[in-house]
């Protein structure tokens, strides 16, 4: 929403302001890796409070910063502070010290998220309109750093005693189990991130994990594209995109109470069928009611997708190297992100439909589906 005012003030086509966007996401991507799994060894009270603080100059330098070196490294900042570890550090913490009720937990965590997708584009362009749009880049600094920064440390009092708690708890755990050099990524609950990269259902569920932000950010990033080819109305699409985030609230409060019932396990094979549903609308049919069917499907997969994700590899890897383990997951994640609007602005530029495109994404989660459902067979008490 604020791109034509960061382009007119850079003097930046689409493209340039898009190339330096994409770049400052690839090198959050692959810093994420490295400053991620440090959650498994920072207090988390500091590693939140840093966390906090970084996204906070990151928008003091959007809002203050000139030349496109400063534009470079807020991007920068924000894709790795904001899209990558605030999230990462929420579902890292929520799956980690909530063993039981880990479901919900996880939901509750991810209501801030899909309620941001509906109030803040409204939001902002309030405070556009009133403080300019590097006003209101230095208000998220502000409010970061008053509001926010007080609120994680006063929430996380007494984690010292908490965290304790769950590192007994896993001693104890790990006593009772055998220790054998040959039994133990078999039979250890709790994996490092080595012995899961050499264990198959990493690689298979990836797979499944990867597609719902990457095919959504290619899709919804070349919109225009789709709506002139299609012939829609762009305020009925707008007004469609309210439903998608309200689905993802709506199931994101569902999702809890079903994987602290059935398990991650079970749901994560399952839970891209909506959206190949509604992607597979885009491919039949042109009618306006297609963008309904298409955000609303895809809002119960995105209301799945950031519990069900997390809590999985809680369940899957245990708990005690989730940080690397995340911090993985969570870069190759924003790497997708990254590639798609490329890729499928590329197929685009010669001559693909966006039909085809929609088709390549539903071939993609149809295949996803068998090939998690195998990978989880390789997982010790399957």
């Known amino acids: 929403m604020f791109g034509a005012e960061i382009r007119e003030d850079y003097s930046l086509s689409h493209g340039e302001l898009g190339l330096i966007f994409s770049l400052a996401t ?10 991620g799994r440090k959650m498994d060894d920072v207090d988390l009270r500091l ?14 330098l959007l809002a203050g910063g000139r030349g496109v070196v400063f534009l470079f490294i807020a991007f920068f900042g924000l894709r790795l502070c904001g899209q990558g570890l605030m999230g990462h550090t929420s579902q890292t913490a929520m799956a ?3 063993d039981e009720g880990r479901g919900k937990a996880l939901s509750i965590a991810n209501l801030g998220h899909a309620a941001g997708q509906i109030f803040l584009p409204s939001l902002v362009l309030v405070m556009i309109a009133y403080s300019g749009w590097r006003g209101a880049w230095a208000w998220y600094a502000i409010v970061l750093l008053v509001v926010m920064v007080p609120a994680v440390l006063f929430l996380l009092r007494g984690h010292e005693a908490r965290h304790d708690a769950l590192m007994a708890r896993l001693d104890q755990i790990g006593a009772q189990k055998p220790t054998t050099k040959s039994e133990a990524p078999a039979t250890s609950q709790q994996w490092t991130l080595r012995e899961a990269l050499h264990h198959p259902t990493f690689y298979m569920v990836m797979v ?10 290619g899709l919804m990033f070349h919109q225009i594209h789709m709506i002139e080819s299609k012939s829609w109305d762009v305020t009925w699409f707008a ?7 309200m689905m993802s609230v709506v199931t994101g409060i569902i999702s809890g109470p079903l994987i602290d019932r059935y398990s991650a396990r079970r749901l994560i094979t399952w839970y891209l069928m909506p959206m190949g549903f509604g992607i597979a609308a885009l491919v039949v049919s042109a009618h306006p009611l297609v963008v309904l069917a298409w955000f609303v499907l895809s809002g119960v997969t ?9 809590a999985f590899w809680a369940e899957a890897y245990g708990v005690r190297h989730l940080g690397a383990i995340r911090s993985l997951v969570s ?3 924003v790497f997708g992100t990254a590639v798609s609007p490329v890729l499928f602005g590329q197929m685009i530029d010669v001559g693909i439909s966006i039909e085809i495109i929609a088709a390549v994404c539903v071939i993609w989660m149809v295949a996803a589906i068998p090939v998690t459902w195998f990978g989880l067979r390789f997982l010790p008490n399957a």
């Open 26 to 35: 690839l090198a959050s991507a692959a810093c994420l890796i490295w400053v």
């Open 302 to 310: 995105s209301g799945l997708h950031r519990s069900v994700a997390s």
């Open 331 to 333: 870069g190759i994640s």
């Open 96 to 98: 980690r010290y909530f």
């Open 208 to 217: 499944n994990v990867i597609a719902p932000g990457m095919l959504m950010t």
């Open 47 to 60: 590693y939140s409070f840093c966390v906090v603080v970084s996204l906070a100059i990151a928008c003091a």
């Open 239 to 245: 007004a469609c995109f309210g439903a998608f985030a």
